[in-house]
Nanobody, 122 residues
Framework: QVRMVESGGGLVQAGGSLRLSCAYSGRTFSSYAMGWFRQAPGKAREFVAA????????LYAVSVKGRFTISRDNAKNTGYLQKNSLKPDDTAVYYC?????????????WGWGQGTQITVSS
């Protein structure tokens, strides 16, 4: 059974940076693609970024491309989301999840963690 645990959230000023971590447990981490999603207050959960398990190909939402970087360390069973040039609009609960191949649709992912809150002050 796949389980993800997010960490690294907090309060940051606009323009600042944070790195989120996603610790994985269950079947072989390197067999899964990993996705990051976020949910702002009163809004639906939305895709942020994803990375494949094999060649490390990545995909980003337009709103974060160039500012966020997704990566993974299969040896540590951990994924990361480096967030730079943060904006107040990035305020949300951030979640990670897994699936066999990279997708942007949330309902095809599994192993959702509890999320970690990011608050960006202006």
């Amino acid at each position: 059974q796949v389980r993800m645990v997010e960490s690294g959230g907090g309060l940051v000023q606009a323009g600042g940076s944070l790195r989120l971590s996603c610790a994985y447990s269950g079947r072989t981490f390197s067999s899964y693609a990993m996705g990051w999603f976020r949910q702002a207050p009163g809004k639906a959960r939305e895709f942020v970024a994803a990375i494949t398990w094999g060649d490390g190909s990545t995909l980003y939402a337009v709103s974060v491309k160039g500012r966020f970087t997704i990566s993974r360390d299969n040896a540590k069973n951990t994924g990361y989301l480096q967030k730079n040039s943060l904006k107040p609009d990035d305020t949300a609960v951030y979640y990670c999840a897994a699936r066999p191949t990279m997708q942007t649709i949330e309902y095809v992912y599994w192993g959702w963690g509890q999320g970690t809150q990011i608050t960006v002050s202006s």
